[in-house]
């Protein structure tokens, strides 16, 4: 029998507070897979790879490492189910080794009664879904229910920066045909606009996330499909913000995870997806859940 | 550690002396809650509505988590960078 996988969860800030039906449907997802998330209690902030990072390297780092020493305790791999945690843990990981900051940082945490070793296994839900619990396994769990729809996937740059992530964006491909859904579009990996945000949100609405969202208009895309819950922010406010403006593009957003839960059988109340600003109710109807 | 300190990484990482203003707002909030975004007594229901913890039990819930990001803010000097005043929230 195959062992049975278990991760410490770790949520990040914006899932739990802007996206729970996210947070729920990866619990119903990861249960009725029968995949044991553990509670990290404790844990704050990733901190963000953007702005801390920048701000603050060495609190960064610390910070970041403090996370992943209560994650550590736990003795199994870290689930990440955001891009910009994942970001901050891997590249926190990385400075850690190849500048040799791991001696610093584990006297930094001896103050705070913590220790991290470093070998912390940091697994995104990507890796989590296609490699841990595997495509076999997933194919006998979920129904190809999204056929005839079409979808924008939005990968989210932080995916594909560095040598260990940048096969991610292939495996989500391979997680979007397994619902039965067509993916379209051509501006699948320019970023959404988020860290440019921090510095002119104008530019960032008008010269990033406005770009993407006329290609998934002009493709036909019925919803835009995301893993990183900081891109479904972006895509949906700078939809709102853009309406003010008289532009109406009306194309829902979903974390990739609530469309799995769908496809396994679970309804979106169950997850609370009447929670979306932008309703996925003509999605719901075609798939035949609504 | 030394934020000047140029490693293999990044050889031509400088300290930021002094970071945009548009920074302040979010580093202020981590400073308070832990996090980059408040949770509101509408979220907490909104997650018990649907099963989830209303509050979850990371630095929304846990003080001494929040002491100890403070505590690493004021040793590294991040609350002085982005003058933070980091002080213990009475009630």
Known sequence: ?290 | MSEVEEGPLYPLRKETLQPPKTFRGLIETLARVGHIYELSDFTADEREEIGLEPTPPTAFSREDALEQLRTVFKETGLDRKMSISIKREEG
């Not at chain 1, 924008?152 to 995916?159: A, L, M, P, S």
Request: glycine letters at 6%.
């Open chain 1, 1 to 290: 029998m195959a062992k049975k996988l278990r991760y410490s969860a770790f949520w990040g800030c914006t899932i739990p507070v802007m996206q729970p039906f996210v947070e729920k449907a990866t619990r119903l997802v990861f249960e009725a897979l029968n995949v044991e998330l553990l509670e990290v209690e404790g844990t704050t902030c990733c901190p963000d790879p953007e702005i801390s990072r920048i701000a603050g390297p060495d609190a960064w780092l610390i910070l970041a490492s403090r996370n992943m020493a209560i994650a550590e305790a736990a003795g199994v791999p870290m689930l990440v189910l955001c891009n910009g945690c994942y970001d901050t843990f891997m590249k926190a990981l990385k400075e850690l080794e190849a500048e040799g900051k791991l001696g610093e940082v584990r006297e930094a945490l001896k103050g705070l009664s913590l220790d991290f070793t470093g070998k912390l296994e940091v697994r995104h839900v990507i890796e989590a879904l296609h490699d841990d619990v595997g495509l076999r396994r997933l194919r006998r769990k979920v129904k190809p229910v999204f056929e005839g729809v079409k979808v924008f996937i939005q990968y989210g740059c932080r995916v594909f920066r560095d040598e260990e992530t940048k096969r991610l964006p292939e495996k989500f491909d391979k997680l979007v045909s397994l619902l039965g859904a067509e993916a379209v579009g051509r501006l699948k990996r320019l970023c959404c606009g988020v860290p440019m945000m921090y510095f002119d949100e104008s530019r960032a609405v008008h010269e990033r996330a406005k770009l993407k969202l006329e290609d998934a208009k002009q493709s036909g895309a019925d919803l835009i499909v995301t893993f990183c819950p900081a891109c479904f922010n972006m895509l949906e406010k700078a939809q709102l913000t853009l309406a003010r403006e008289g532009l109406r593009f009306d194309v829902p957003i979903a974390n990739y995870v609530e469309l799995l839960a769908v496809a396994m059988g679970f309804e979106p109340d169950d997850f609370g997806a009447y929670m979306h600003r932008i309703p996925l109710d003509e999605v719901w109807e075609v798939v035949g859940v609504a």
